[in-house]
Structure formats: structure tokens, C-alpha cells
């Protein structure tokens, strides 16, 4: 029988682990092969001066970090596109000619190239991104979204012109509501603004919760959640390594499902019902 391939397309150094660090394992103990792209190399990521340590660059500080993160998500292996972060919306860094929103901006058949020439690459037949809005608006993460969708159309219609393979299902990553609110709430509590918050100030909680899609999928992770929090203490520049006994405690009582929106095949409905991403995957003629 064929095996299992599953391909992440994320754009930072720690998406994988803060996003689906308890997926990851689960999906390894199924049997399935788990791939990711890493689309930047995290450069413009705030880092703490006392965490710089040995390392010559903030890109080089983060791709250890997300080394570290393997020892717990084992990845069959991983794709670092190389292009630059771009930092917040409207910034300086985001208009570099090397990052990835800039060339998303300019140049989106190059990225959409690279993320399909890595599909034809692995074969995966469940591919996975960010949603819509790229979880919280950022615009690295909205640029591999888009080229995501488009390299995976872009096999589908090169299926139906008989070429052998094409990816069968495109998800998207939900955010859980539960976080959102709570964030929404600690934010106003202390005063803060919820449209500025996280370690960069580039997320907008608002936003992020006016945009969740419906969930179509939740896959059961209690098991996991030791492994994410082990996999997102590797990410100490980017505050993994943040985790209180209360936050451990919220994880425990609300995190047991990660829930995904299928946007391939997309469903009329919008309830649930799906447990496995590969319940409905052929795993043999590889289409
Ligand atoms: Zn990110």
C-alpha cells in the first residue's frame, strides 16, 4: 500500500510547532509521513538580545530553533524556501525584494512554482495551510496561503489534462476560538490593545476571530499536548518557552481537538465531519 504523505505549507520558523505541535505527533503515530515548508528563514522575528547568544543572525538563531522542534515533530523532512521575512504589514522589511510578500507581491508565479515543484516532489496526498486571513494576518503567512491554493489548483487542473498526480485535499489550519477570546480578554484586562498583540505586535485577535472559517475536520490530540509544549519551548526567541502552569492547565480542560477547514473538496455544509484527514484519501494509483 502507498504511503501516507502529508505536506505543511507554513512560511516562519515556529508556525509548525505553536500551530499544530500536537498534530504533528499525531499524525507520525498514524503512520503518515509529514512534510513541511518553512517559506522564510524567520529573520525579522524580534528577538531577545540575551537569546542572540552565538549566533550570527537572527535567521541562523531561528533555523536552530526549529531543528530543536524536530527532535519532538519528526518531520520525514524540510523544505526551507529561503525567501525573507517580511515582518509586520506596511513595514520597511516587507518591502525588500527578497521577502516573501515582496515577491509574492511581484513575482506570485515564482512562489506558487516552488511550493508545487516541492508537491510533484513528495506526492502528498493531504496538503495543509493557513487560512484565508493566514491565521492572524501576517502577511508571510497570507502569501504562502495563497501560493498554496494556487499550486494545488494548479495540479488539480493538470490532473484532468491527464498528468498522474495531483494532491486529493487542501485544508486550512483553524485557529481555536477558544484562544482568540481568551487573549481578547486578557488584552482588555491589562489594558492592552487586541489589534497589537504577540511578541512582534503584529497580531490582530479581532480580525483573527472576525475570520475563522467553518471547521470541517477535528482530529483528537489530548495525547500530544506534552509533545507541542516541548516542540514550542524549542521557540524561546518567539516566547515559546512562555508557558505557565495556568496556560498548561486552559491547554489540558479546552485544546483536545485541532479543527481544520476543508477547502478542498470544499463541503456546502458547515458542521463536522471528519476525524482523519485520510478518511477519504485513495493511497493507491498515487492520484
Ligand atoms: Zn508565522
Not at 506570485?108 to 510533484?120: G, H, K, L, N, S
Not at 494548479?154 to 486550512?172: K, N, S
Not at 497580531?203 to 516541548?230: C, F, G, M, N
Amino acid at each position: 500500500m502507498e504511503s501516507k504523505r502529508l505536506l505543511i505549507c507554513y512560511a516562519h520558523p515556529d508556525d509548525e510547532s505553536f500551530g499544530l505541535g500536537a498534530a504533528v505527533p499525531k499524525w507520525i503515530d498514524d503512520g503518515v509521513d509529514v512534510y513541511l515548508i518553512c517559506a522564510t528563514g524567520g529573520e525579522v522575528g524580534h528577538v531577545p538580545e540575551a537569546l542572540r547568544g552565538k549566533y550570527p543572525t537572527v535567521a541562523a538563531l531561528r533555523l536552530s530553533e526549529l531543528e530543536c522542534a524536530r527532535q519532538y515533530l519528526k518531520f520525514k523532512d524540510v523544505f526551507m524556501l529561503g525567501y525573507r521575512d517580511s515582518g509586520m504589514n506596511g513595514s520597511e522589511t516587507s518591502r525588500h525584494p527578497e521577502s516573501l510578500a515582496y515577491q509574492w507581491r511581484h513575482h506570485p508565479e515564482r512562489v506558487t512554482a516552488d511550493v508545487a515543484a516541492i508537491m510533484r516532489r513528495v506526492r502528498p496526498q493531504v496538503v495543509i495551510t493557513f487560512n484565508r486571513y493566514g491565521g492572524y494576518g501576517h502577511p508571510d503567512h497570507i502569501a504562502i496561503q495563497r501560493a498554496t491554493v494556487n499550486a494545488f489548483e494548479g495540479l488539480r487542473e493538470d490532473l484532468e489534462d491527464g498528468h498522474v498526480y495531483a494532491p486529493q485535499r487542501l485544508y486550512y489550519a483553524a485557529y481555536p476560538k477558544i484562544s482568540l477570546w481568551m487573549r481578547i480578554w486578557k488584552a482588555r484586562l491589562k489594558g492592552q490593545d487586541p489589534r497589537r498583540m504577540g511578541i512582534n505586535q503584529d497580531v490582530d485577535t479581532l480580525q483573527s476571530l472576525a475570520s475563522i472559517e467553518p471547521v470541517h475536520a477535528r482530529i483528537p490530540i489530548a495525547p500530544y499536548l506534552e509533545i507541542w509544549e516541548k516542540a514550542s519551548r524549542c521557540h524561546a526567541s518567539q516566547g515559546g518557552g512562555r508557558i505557565t502552569r495556568t496556560s498548561r492547565l486552559l491547554r489540558r480542560l479546552l485544546y483536545r481537538r485541532q479543527g481544520f477547514t476543508r477547502a478542498y473538496p470544499r463541503p456546502k455544509h458547515s458542521r463536522v465531519d471528519e476525524d482523519d484527514l485520510f478518511s477519504n484519501v485513495k493511497l493507491k494509483g498515487g492520484s
